[in-house]
């Protein structure tokens, strides 16, 4: 069933989400409800502050990070994206993007904000073994389990 509010409310979050700059975290009060409920690899958070805090840790720990939205599907009042995460280490090889794959599940209320944000990508293969030491004890420890 085509929605048309809903896929208003998923085309304001991609756009979002594409266009995020460290300016604009400020406006998340415009797309999530302030009692959001949000969890990645990292964090499990619930509130409007917290998720801003967030944000603004992903730009003072990166370099140019940017999201990259390559699916959505949208259906009643949720919506899966698929993402590319694209961006340089501040410390380490500061010269190489680097990317990183997941998923993102969003709920979203009566009024159309997101009440969760549940992102999904593998810690270990998308970030921890492109770290310099860790990278490589990641990378072992991987052909160790296949072996």
Known sequence: MHDPALESSVDRLVQFFEQLTPQQVSQLS???APDVFFKDPFNEVRGLDAV????????????????????????GQ????????RFRFK??????????RGATHLRLNEQGLVILHRD????????????????GLMRWLKRQANA
């Not at 967030?54 to 599907?73: C, G, K, Q, W």
């Not at 999904?120 to 970030?127: G, K």
């Open 30 to 32: 415009a797309l999530y």
């Open 120 to 135: 999904y990508w593998d810690a270990a293969e998308e970030l921890y073994e492109k770290l310099p030491v860790v990278g």
């Open 78 to 85: 949720q919506c899966f994206l698929g993402w590319d995460f």
């Open 52 to 75: 801003t805090r967030i944000f603004n840790h992903m730009y003072e720990a990166l370099d140019s990070p940017h999201f990259i939205v390559t699916e959505r599907i949208a259906q």
């Open 91 to 100: 410390r380490f090889d500061t010269t190489t993007w680097q990317t990183v």
